[in-house]
């Protein structure tokens, strides 16, 4: 067996077996394949795609390239929750620390950006000092002292969806659903949890689309779960405009805090206490009007931001030294009217020219770039009225491109739904 015969084959629509996939994995683990080959194979496997049993084959040899967490130490039910990733998705930030206020265990490995969407990981590194990495038992101990962890894909857990990951970012080919599923299958089921909490994004700044191949997405991921004997409840939600109003990494750490607080965008609002209500309704059978009053209750009497700092602080983060760009332009609109749409594949592209992402995967990121919507769709606009505040440092984008990401028409626009539906 060599990389060009799989290659081939994956070129000509053939299907690829669980040995095959392996060599592939170990090869590109040692290094004895290149990664130009890999690159080749996972543009063949974009455009010709996997079905079920290559996909679940694929998910297997990456969950068994490393260790698995053994979570066993921790009592109760434990919750992970992962999102595909989208423009403005700070929910981990304010779910996690929320479910802990609640009771609910949170173990939670994240990623970095991908593409043109951001990481949690990212994210909390705009906090200076805040450590990524922990030990195995460094985890578990957090976890049962203060209910909550969010830490970095740890050094072995599933190293060929590190590496894989990496490469895909930079190499267009990060939107394929086999690609996709057996990627955060194969981090959430050596992750350990007990019920996984997929938010697969939808629209113009999502990997999926539009709700066909979102929907396929979910059951795929569905499926793995089932066949690794595991509890996997996708969410499908919009990501047609960017999630709350910043886009960022230390802009949406300091949005986050905000809505910790109880004030927070109303859409980033609704949809963590639908997740965390959901996660009550499942693990403990609490009815959903009941769970999302016990929600709010938690934000409003200060114990879901407690448990944010306590998170910050345990990981050696220091919240004062959060920075944001002093360097601001705020773009207003030649137009009135009311805004139809707000492109969140553009703003997360204009977002990462700004520094806030990668092109290449040794690029450093300015944590401290971004953008703030000031208006979302729906909302209307004066002449003259403020739409978004770019924060920038070394590098700036053209007025045209930003003012490109909006469409404004005199039509009363009707909002979309932000959760479309709820799989399992
Ligand atoms: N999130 C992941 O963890 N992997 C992907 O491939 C896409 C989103």
């Known amino acids: 067996m060599t990389i060009i015969d799989i290659i081939e084959k994956k070129k000509h629509h053939e299907k690829l077996t669980e040995p095959e996939l392996s060599f592939v994995i170990t090869g590109m683990l040692d290094g004895s394949i290149a990664d130009y080959q890999i690159s080749a194979l996972l543009m063949a496997i974009v455009l010709n795609g996997m079905d079920l ?17 053994d979570l066993s130490p921790i009592s109760g039910i434990i919750v992970d929750k ?21 009771g609910v265990k949170v173990a939670k490995m994240s990623g970095r950006g991908l593409g043109h969407t951001g990481g949690t990981i990212d994210k909390l590194e705009s906090i200076p000092g805040y450590q990524v990495a922990l030990r195995e038992d460094e985890f578990i101990k957090q976890v049962n002292d203060i209910g909550i962890a969010v830490i970095s894909q740890t050094g072995n857990i599933a190293p060929a969806d590190k590496k894989l990951y990496a490469l895909r970012d930079v190499t267009g080919t990060v939107d394929s659903i086999p690609l996709i ?18 938010d697969v994004k939808v629209g113009k700044g999502a990997l999926m689309k539009d709700l066909e191949s979102a929907e396929a997405l979910a059951q795929t991921m569905i499926e793995i779960g089932k066949r690794f004997d595991k509890t996997v409840i996708c969410l499908l939600t919009n990501m ?44 403990e059978k609490m009815d ?23 998170l910050v602080n345990s990981q050696h983060g220091d919240l004062k030294g ?44 300015d944590y401290a770039v971004g953008l703030v919507l000031t208006h979302k769709v729906g909302d209307y606009v004066e002449v003259n009225d403020e739409l978004l505040k770019v924060y920038f440092n070394e590098k700036n984008v053209s007025l045209n491109e930003i003012l490109s990401c909006f469409e404004i028409s005199m039509d009363d626009s009707t909002k979309e739904p932000l959760i479309y539906k709820i799989l399992s």
Request: net charge negative; hydrophobic share 45%; proline share 2%.
């Open 53 to 69: 049993e290559e996909t679940i084959a694929l998910t297997k040899v990456m969950l068994n390239s490393g260790d698995k967490i």
């Open 82 to 102: 992962h999102s595909t990733g989208g423009v403005g998705d700070k929910v981990t930030l304010v779910l996690g620390p929320l479910l802990a206020a609640l």
């Open 181 to 198: 599923a057996s990627s955060i299958m194969s981090k959430k089921l050596a992750s350990g949890a007990d019920i996984i909490f997929i």
């Open 240 to 283: 047609n405009e960017p999630l709350g109003c910043a886009v960022g990494n230390a802009l949406e750490v300091k949005e986050s805090m905000d809505a910790l607080k109880g004030y927070g965008p109303v859409d980033l609002m609704e949809l963590v206490i639908e997740i965390a209500a959901l996660v009550l309704n499942k693990t």
């Open 288 to 310: 959903m009007e009941e769970a999302r009053a016990l929600c709010l209750k938690k934000i409003n009497n200060g114990e879901a931001y407690q448990k944010f700092e306590q």
């Open 322 to 365: 959060l920075t944001v760009s002093d360097h601001i332009i705020s773009v207003t609109t030649p137009k009135a009217g009311y805004i139809k749409s707000i492109d969140a594949l553009r703003i997360g592209e204009i977002a990462r020219e700004l520094g806030a992402g990668r092109f290449k995967k040794t690029d450093a990121i």
